[in-house]
Nanobody, 124 residues
């Protein structure tokens, strides 16, 4: 059974930085793309970033381009999201997810497995 566990969330002031981690277990981590999504109160879950199985290709939502960087360490079965220049509108629960292909997607329905989420709160 695939398990995804996020960590690294917390409270930070606007302009600050956080690094989220997503530890994976239960299958060959390096064979599958991964993604980050977020959900703010009263809003739908939205795409943040995705990274290919090899880590050589990544996609970002327009709202985070230039501020967030997704990466992965296949030797450690872990994906990361480095978040810089945080804004209050980045406040949300952040989820990691994985699907059954190598490229990833911005569509939540592509993903088969989800973590439990980690809260990120950015104060103004």
């Amino acid at each position: 059974q695939v398990q995804l566990v996020e960590s690294g969330g917390g409270l930070v002031q606007a302009g600050g930085s956080l690094r989220l981690s997503c530890a994976a277990a239960g299958r060959t981590f390096s064979s599958y793309a991964m993604g980050w999504f977020r959900q703010a109160p009263g809003k739908e879950r939205e795409f943040v970033a995705a990274i290919s199985s090899s880590g050589f290709s990544a996609d970002y939502a327009d709202s985070v381009k230039g501020r967030f960087t997704v990466s992965r360490d296949n030797a450690k079965n872990t994906m990361y999201l480095q978040m810089n220049s945080l804004k209050p509108e980045d406040t949300a629960v952040y989820y990691c997810a994985t699907g059954s292909g190598r490229r990833g997607s911005s569509w939540p329905g592509w993903y088969d497995y989800w973590g439990q989420g980690t809260q990120v709160t950015v104060s103004s």
